[in-house]
């Protein structure tokens, strides 16, 4: 297995993310962002993944935030974050476990990691655990089907596991 | 063969520019640019070089209906949404040879005359958008991007543009409207995005694999790219085995190869010597084959005529033990959860049909249960829908029906029938959860 090399998620508490304003360094970045495009509304989603990367997650002041900056109503932002998955609309936990559901990686044990992260973790899908470490999500296929069965943790793929990796892998994810 | 797409595999930093330089790369770019536009498009359409993204659409034949004369800017996009169940072959070609993948789009571009270009990656590959990010900032020091390229007074802007979890934005037209900020919702076509792209303009959308290929088209010709594989299906193509295999893997081969040697020969066969009960060819949109069908070669026409298609070239086997319900489960659970909801066929239909078979496995299973499936599949599919997600679910229902009906009828004939609800139990929206009968 890769060596464990993630980063916890920095998540802000919803209280701070009510309201949010961009420092000098992510006006910066949005300047740069935005020249990349003829219109103002492309850079909707290069501008979720900065908020989302600074905040931990996509609370309704951070949409706000995007529309305001970029001229748009709130709700065409929020439908924007909603449709799309991996926009998290509620605090996750530090490490964000996207276990892959799909075919291949079913066909190579994907229930058994599935049973063994529900026991060992104690929530379902959708779920985080009380002391904030861990939250578990089902997705659909993450393009690495000849590596199956795959764990996103985070930005990171974790590839070719079994239950006794996986114990390694949560041991190290603190 | 000799790999082409996957020759820098095993090479030490294969992705930097100067191990890229050292394989001769960017060679054909300079090429490229002592040739007239128009001939570079005459080039590729002469190679037969065919879209690696699942349609099989001819990509010379796509650049040439950019209207020319049209004052509008034009834009290359590259598709590196891969999200089709079984396809990892554009990460690999990202993984191993980044530079090869943006010397092609910088070559598409000068064919077409565009000034900006973008790729297009799903947003899962944090990794892969990082290297493609690096990859392009060697590429702007070395004078290959930005103003005035190799002093020939042509300019290319190239950008990464990241999605965000969708696999309907690997459809072309709603790659555009994400690009332009959009929910990834299809377009009507005509227009095609060639004429009317993303934020109005002429727009050609090809797929990470289809622009590898371009710089060896230019470098080597056309003639020798159309001499690998078949007639009508010539280059060598990235199959991406996964599955009930010894050894998974992204495979160069030329197009033509038998699914039987793919599988025997390359990937060390079937795993625990299990026998091979189905395998899909072309990622989970295309319709399932039985095991007799594994002497079809593995080329568009081929797979087409055998009854499936080979889309993608993602390639899932599945062994004797699988249960063929389980799996039509399965791949419909993903469709009904990357329906974008824009058509009502495909919204409803997809998650009916969700319904109906997890009810035929749980054992509830109703004897109108098959026909209910295939009107389904009739009412969803061939242009019942404005993009092809209708099809792709609908594929798989019909060839799981075909092939493998008795699997479904002997879980009808067991099961118990569920207690009647008074009201229809509407279709919940999948992902979370699951609804009980």
Not at chain 2, 346 to 352: A, F, L, Y
Request: charged fraction near 25%; proline fraction near 7%.
């Amino acid at each position: 297995m890769t060596p464990v090399h993630t980063e916890p998620l920095q998540v802000t508490p919803p209280a701070e993310v009510a309201e949010v304003h961009f420092d000098d360094d992510m006006e910066k970045r949005i300047r740069e962002i935005l020249k990349r495009y003829p219109t103002k509304q492309a850079a909707v989603l290069p501008l979720l993944w900065m908020c989302q990367e600074r905040w931990g997650w996509t609370s309704p002041g951070i949409m706000n935030a995007v529309a305001e900056r970029l001229e748009l109503a709130p709700a065409f932002v929020e439908g924007v974050v909603t449709f799309y998955t991996m926009y998290q609309t509620e605090p996750p936990g530090k490490y964000l476990l996207q276990v892959c559901t799909t075919l291949s990686c079913q066909l190579c044990g994907t229930s058994g990691l599935v049973d063994h992260l529900k026991e060992r973790l104690g929530i379902d899908f959708g779920e985080t655990t009380r002391d904030g470490r861990f939250t578990l999500l089902d997705v659909q296929c993450l393009g690495a089907c000849g590596e199956a069965p795959i764990i996103q943790v985070n930005n990171d793929y974790y590839t070719e596991l079994t239950p006794e990796k996986l114990d390694q892998l949560l041991d190290e994810l603190v | 063969m000799e790999p082409i797409l996957l020759r820098a595999r095993g090479e030490t930093n294969s992705r930097s520019i100067s191990t890229y330089l050292r394989l001769g790369g960017y060679g054909a770019l300079k090429k490229a640019f002592i040739m007239d536009p128009a001939a570079i498009r005459e080039e590729v359409k002469n190679s037969g070089l065919r879209g690696r993204g699942g349609a099989g659409f001819p990509a010379g034949v796509k650049w040439g209906f950019v209207p020319q004369d049209s004052p509008k800017p034009k834009y290359l996009i590259c598709n590196a949404d891969e999200s089709e169940p079984g396809t990892f072959k554009d990460r690999e070609i990202i993984h191993v040879d980044p530079h090869m993948l943006i010397e092609g789009i910088i070559i598409a571009s000068y064919a077409i005359s565009a000034n900006t270009a973008y790729i297009y990656i799903r947003g899962e590959f944090v990794e892969e958008a990082r290297i493609l990010e690096q990859a392009i900032a060697e590429a702007y020091k070395k004078k290959y991007l930005g103003k005035n390229i190799l002093t020939t007074g042509y300019d290319l802007d190239l950008y990464v543009h990241r999605g965000a979890g969708a696999y309907i934005c690997g459809e072309e037209t709603a790659l555009i409207e994400s690009i332009e900020g959009k929910r990834g919702l299809p377009r009507l076509k005509p227009p095609f995005p060639a004429v009317v792209g993303v934020f109005g303009c002429p727009t050609v959308v090809n797929n990470v694999e289809t622009l590898a290929c371009v710089p060896h088209i230019i470098e080597r010709g056309a003639a020798w790219f159309a001499s690998i594989g078949r007639p009508r299906n010539t280059g060598p193509k990235l199959f991406c085995v996964s599955g009930h295999v010894n050894r998974p893997g992204v495979y160069e081969l030329p197009l033509g190869v038998t699914f039987r040697e793919i599988i025997e020969e390359h990937c060390g066969g079937m795993r625990d010597g299990k026998a091979l009960k189905a395998f899909i060819p072309g990622g989970s949109s295309a319709p399932v084959l039985p095991a007799d069908k594994v002497d079809t070669a593995a080329d568009f026409d081929a797979v087409a005529e055998a009854g499936s298609m080979l889309g993608s070239g993602g390639l899932i086997v599945m062994d004797e033990t699988v249960d063929m319900v389980w799996a039509l489960e399965n791949l419909l659970t993903f469709y009904a959860h990357e329906s974008c909801g824009q058509c009502t066929p495909c919204r409803e239909g997809s998650d009916w049909a969700l319904d109906v078979v997890r009810r035929i496995r749980r054992g509830h299973g109703r004897p109108e249960d098959i026909e209910t499936l295939q009107r389904i599949a009739r009412y969803a599919s061939q242009g019942m829908t404005i993009c092809p997600l209708g099809d792709a679910f609908c594929g798989p229902i019909t060839s799981f029906l075909n092939h493998f009906g008795h699997e479904f009828e002997a879980y009808i004939e067991a099961a118990t029938p569920a207690p009647r609800k008074k009201l229809p139990i509407l279709p919940v929206r999948s992902g979370r959860g699951t609804f009980g009968l």
